[in-house]
C-alpha cells in the first residue's frame, strides 16, 4: 500500500510542477534556516572545549544586594574578598575556579597598537577547564604567591605577537604598560565559550584593582566543579547556607541574593533572569513562540496549496469513494504524500544548511567556531519535518474526507 502512495505522490508532483517547486522550496527554507539557528543554540550550549566538565559544573556569575524595603537593588560578580573569605571554604566542590570576565585593553607591538582581551584566573581554573597547551605550561601557585608577572596567551595571539611558527616561550606581551614574560600557549578558545574565552590569562594577584577592600561585589566569577553530578544539589544547598553566614554592609537593611546555576541558568539569567528565576523557562517558551510562529507562515501558505490540489482531484477522490474506498483511507493517503513531499524537502534544507554553515565556518564570523549539523541538529530537524508535515497536511485531508460523492464527481465536469 505504502508502495502505491509513494507511486501516487511522485506522479501527483510531477503533474503540477510549479505548485510542486514553491511547497519545496518554502519547506527547504524554512528548515534550513531551523536547522542553522539549531546549530548555533547547540554551539552555545553544549559542552565543548575547553569546558568538557560541563555537566559537573555550578556558576556563580553574579551577587545581589537588595532592600528588605525594596528601595533599590544592586547587582554584580563576585570580589576576591567573598570569595576568599566565604566561597573557598566550601566542603563539597573538587575545585573551585576564579575569573574575571574578559576585559578588553591597549596592547603593543613593534609601536603597533592593538586590543587584547585579558582574564585574570587562579590556578584551579587550569584544572577545571582542559586547556590544550600548544608551548609551555599554566602558572602555578608559587607564580601567584610571588606575584610573577606571567602570562598565557592564545594561539591567535602568539600570531599577531611574534608570528605563526615563531614560539612565545619566554618573550614578553606588553598591556596596560606592564610587560608580562609568556610561560604558555593554548589553542584558541570560541568565543562561544563565555567563561574560559580570552587572548591572555594572568595570574590574578595581578589584579591590584580588586586584591584589596571588603566589598561583596567586584569583577569574579566562580565555576564549582563537583565531584560527580550527585553533588550538585549538595552544592547549591551548601552554598544557601553559606550566604547566611556574610555580615551585610548595612546589617538588617540589607538581603544577600545569589545562586549556583547550571551553565544554561547561568546564560538565561544573564540574559533574561534575576536571581530569583534564572530565566529558563523564558528562554524555551521564546524559542518555542518563535519557531512556532516562523513555521506558521508557510505551513499556511502549504495549506492552501494542499487544498488547491486536493480540488483539482476532486474526480480522482469521487471515484475512489463510489468504488469503496473509506475517508480514513484517503485521509492517511493524503497524509502519506505530503509527508514524502515533506521530507523531500527536509532533505533539500539539510543539504542547503551544510552549504550555509560551511561558508559561516569560513568566513569566521565568530572567532574559533564550528557549527555542525550533528546527531543533536539532525534529530531537531527531523522533528520540523515531521511537524511540518503533520501540521499542513491533516486540515486539507479532513477537508478531502468530507467531500461528497456526487459533488465530487460532478467537480471537474
Not at 46 to 55: E, F, G, I, Q
Not at 273 to 295: A, E, Q, Y
Not at 364 to 384: E, R
Request: aromatic share 10%.
Amino acid at each position: 500500500m505504502l508502495k502505491n502512495y509513494f507511486k501516487i505522490a511522485i506522479a501527483v508532483l510531477k503533474r503540477r510542477k510549479f505548485f510542486t517547486f514553491i511547497s519545496l522550496f518554502g519547506i527547504s527554507l524554512t528548515l534550513t534556516i531551523l536547522i542553522v539557528l539549531s546549530a548555533f543554540l547547540d554551539v552555545m550550549l553544549s559542552p565543548a572545549y575547553p569546558d568538557v566538565k560541563r555537566s559537573r559544573e555550578l556558576f556563580i556569575s553574579r551577587v545581589v544586594l537588595k532592600s528588605d524595603k525594596g528601595n533599590y537593588t544592586s547587582q554584580s560578580p563576585s570580589s576576591l574578598y567573598f570569595i576568599k573569605n566565604f566561597v573557598s571554604t566550601m566542603k563539597r566542590p573538587e575545585k573551585i575556579a576564579v575569573h574575571t570576565g574578559r576585559n578588553t585593553t591597549n596592547a603593543y607591538q613593534n609601536n603597533k597598537k592593538m586590543e587584547v582581551e585579558l582574564m585574570y584566573t587562579n590556578v584551579p581554573f587550569w584544572e577545571v577547564y582542559e586547556f590544550d597547551f600548544i608551548e609551555g605550561k599554566p602558572f602555578n601557585g608559587q607564580d601567584l604567591e610571588n606575584v610573577a608577572q606571567v602570562a598565557v596567551i592564545s594561539e591567535d595571539t602568539r600570531a599577531k605577537y611574534f608570528g605563526e611558527s615563531s614560539s612565545a616561550l619566554g618573550r614578553y606581551v606588553e598591556a596596560n604598560n606592564i610587560k608580562y614574560r609568556v610561560i604558555g600557549v593554548v589553542k584558541n578558545v570560541p568565543a562561544t565559550m563565555i567563561y574560559a574565552n580570552s587572548d591572555v590569562y594572568l595570574p590574578y594577584t595581578l589584579d591590584k584593582a580588586n586584591l584589596d577592600g571588603t566589598s561583596i561585589m567586584g569583577d569574579y566569577l566562580v565555576t564549582l566543579l563537583a565531584k560527580s553530578t550527585a553533588d550538585l544539589p549538595l552544592i547549591k544547598e551548601e552554598y544557601q547556607q553559606l550566604l547566611k553566614k556574610v555580615p551585610h554592609p548595612e546589617k538588617n537593611q540589607e538581603l544577600l541574593l545569589s545562586k549556583t546555576n547550571s551553565y544554561l541558568e547561568s546564560f538565561t539569567e544573564q540574559v533574561f533572569g534575576n536571581v530569583g528565576d534564572s530565566g529558563k523557562t523564558r528562554f524555551f517558551l521564546m524559542i518555542g513562540v518563535f519557531v512556532f510562529l516562523f513555521m506558521l507562515l508557510p505551513t499556511i501558505n502549504l495549506v492552501n496549496i494542499n487544498v488547491s490540489r486536493i480540488m483539482e482531484r476532486s474526480s480522482e477522490i469521487g471515484v475512489r469513494k463510489a468504488f469503496g474506498a473509506s475517508s480514513r483511507t484517503l485521509v492517511g493517503q493524503f497524509i502519506v504524500e505530503n509527508m514524502i513531499l515533506t521530507v523531500l524537502g527536509g532533505v533539500l534544507g539539510i543539504l542547503l544548511s551544510f552549504v550555509i554553515i560551511s561558508i559561516l565556518n569560513a568566513s569566521g564570523l565568530i572567532a574559533h567556531m564550528n557549527l555542525v549539523i550533528n546527531l543533536t541538529v539532525l534529530g531537531y530537524s527531523l522533528l520540523a519535518c515531521l511537524v511540518f508535515g503533520l501540521m499542513s497536511g491533516v486540515y486539507p485531508a479532513w477537508r478531502m474526507s468530507k467531500l461528497n460523492v456526487v459533488t465530487a464527481l460532478k467537480a471537474n465536469n
